[in-house]
């Protein structure tokens, strides 16, 4: 049994009126990738930010090869060789892959940089993860997600990291990308560098872990578990309490739906050409694609957050012209796009705010804000769609992933939106909280809306769809309802662009 390179036992953090830690133990060994999971909410957040420094930990201890440390700051973590690669990157675009991987200790001889000595660690420590091809002196905002992680775990192994905490890594990667990483953590593994993977997609879990730790409500309801072999509905019920399938919600009879979009010949550019496609009422209709084929931005086009270049869209019969976000709310489409954080949520705004956004004038009259009629409608749709805590005046940023998500879809469905643009509605999102949002965008549909829905998990498109479009380098390739393809068919599809 190898000893344990990091021993964290009855880790206690509480918050004003929150015990976001109530006595977690956390154990990896080296050369290991050992998986955290729980839904969101259960701790792991906070738990990453004790290990990295960022939180004091109230009680508990924390052993580092053996020995008990105190991890008072960020650079203290760094020290010892603990090194955190975040959802969100910290990477500076305008900074070149060298400059990026030794940000904040530059090489330097008496004050004068040491620009080639850098270089020339850098394309060591790129070679070390099997990414020679990857030019240090190329600016990172060029490179794609995948590449940018890359820099970020060199710039990891630039400060001698010994073990690399991982949060979401796969999340905004295409599906051969993912493979990548995987490649590229087992090389961390062969030379004895352990990895905490944070994942929401279980699948992944049995591909690249050794062990696992389950978190809820802030205890560790389950320590060392095999990966490879604990079935996946046993991890559900210990992140849960409860046991849930992967079900999507009882898809209804096929029937025809009356025609509420009609896109013919769009295109944007290089990015996409030639797209047509209808969705109707109560009708989801799902995209599936790889990253970079141009489902996100056939719905922001669609949304006029991007101009297209050629083509048509009618709503309802009604032309929406070329790059006008403020007619297509008007004409009934609401966008919750894929980062939701940044593009979507005014994070340090009450819910309130943030659901009532795109309605404002409704309850304005001669310059004055009807507060209460607009807090009684706000109420009413985070209620309908399970927001938790269900309070308005909550601050949006202290809200899990999911409940961030119903607070997007409330603001459209208090707009009265008929159309739904969603991409990667249950991105970063727990397998609870995922079937709650499964459940409600069935709902919205059942009740007339259409659904437009963009989804790098074809599992996720198949299930929840009516109907599917697989996009490939800008172009549909192929239309089926849903029940007439499988996730083998797409895949075949997306990766090898022959049609079915």
């Not at 957040?45 to 109230?58: C, E, F, N, R, Y």
């Not at 090869?65 to 008072?72: A, F, W």
């Not at 905002?141 to 060199?154: E, H, P, T, Y």
């Not at 009356?258 to 896109?263: G, I, T």
Request: hydrophobic fraction near 40%; charge should be negative; aromatic fraction near 4%.
């Amino acid at each position: 049994m190898t000893e344990p390179l990091l021993a964290m036992s009855g880790i206690v953090k509480e918050f004003p009126g929150v015990r976001a830690l109530d006595g977690v133990d956390l154990e990896v060994r080296p050369g290991e990738v050992h998986c955290l999971l729980g839904q969101n909410g259960a701790g792991k957040s906070t738990l990453i930010k004790v290990l990295s420094g960022a939180h004091q930990p109230d009680e508990g201890e924390i052993r580092w090869q053996g020995e008990p440390i105190t991890i008072s700051t960020p650079q203290a973590a760094m020290r010892h060789g603990i090194a955190t690669i975040y959802q969100e990157l910290d990477l500076v675009d305008g900074l070149s892959v060298a400059e990026n991987i030794y940000l904040g200790h530059e090489m330097s001889n008496a004050g004068w940089s040491r620009r080639g000595a850098q270089n020339a660690a850098a394309r060591r420590l790129l070679a070390r993860l099997g990414h020679e091809e990857i030019g240090t002196r190329t600016e990172v905002g060029s490179l794609s997600s995948a590449g940018k992680q890359i820099v970020s775990m060199a710039r990891a192994l630039s400060h001698d990291a010994r073990l690399i905490i991982m949060d979401e890594p796969s999340a905004v990667l295409a599906h051969n990308e993912v493979a990548n990483l995987f490649r590229t953590i087992r090389e961390l593994q062969s030379q004895g560098v352990a990895v905490v993977y944070i994942s929401h997609r279980l699948e992944e879990i049995r591909t690249i872990g050794d062990r696992v730790t389950v978190l809820k409500d802030g205890r560790t309801v389950a320590n060392n578990l095999p990966a490879a072999t604990t079935p996946t509905a046993e991890v559900v019920a210990l992140m849960t309490g409860r046991t849930i399938e992967y079900a999507f919600p009882t898809r209804p009879a096929p029937r025809t739906y009356p025609e509420l979009l009609k896109v013919e010949n769009l295109s944007l550019g290089k990015t996409f050409h030639d797209v047509s496609f209808t969705v109707g009422a109560g009708e989801i209709v799902g995209i599936a694609g790889l990253v970079g084929a141009g489902r996100s931005e056939v719905l922001e086009t669609l949304y006029g957050a991007r101009r297209r270049t050629g083509g048509t869209v009618t709503m309802n019969g009604r032309s929406l012209p070329a790059g006008r976000v403020d007619a297509a709310v008007r004409q009934g489409l609401g966008l919750a796009p894929e980062e939701r954080k940044s593009q979507a949520l005014l994070l340090d705004e009450q819910v309130l705010r943030n659901v009532s956004l795109a309605t404002l004038p409704r309850y304005s009259s001669l310059g004055w804000m009807n507060r209460r009629r607009e807090r009684q409608d706000v109420t009413k749709a985070v209620d309908s769609l399970h927001v938790r805590p269900g309070d308005p005046s909550r601050i949006a940023q202290t809200l899990s992933g999911g409940n961030q998500q119903k607070v997007v879809l409330a603001r459209w469905l208090l707009g009265g939106s008929k159309l739904l643009l969603l991409d990667e509605p249950t991105r970063g999102v727990d397998v609870g909280a995922r079937s709650e949002i499964y459940g409600l965008v069935r709902a919205l549909a059942d009740d007339g809306v259409g659904v437009l829905l963009v989804s790098s998990e074809v599992p996720e498109v198949l299930g929840l769809s009516d109907r599917v479009l697989v996009m490939r380098e800008g172009s549909v390739i192929h239309e089926a309802s849903a029940t007439d393809i499988d996730e083998a068919q797409v895949l075949d599809m997306i990766m090898e662009g022959s049609a079915a």
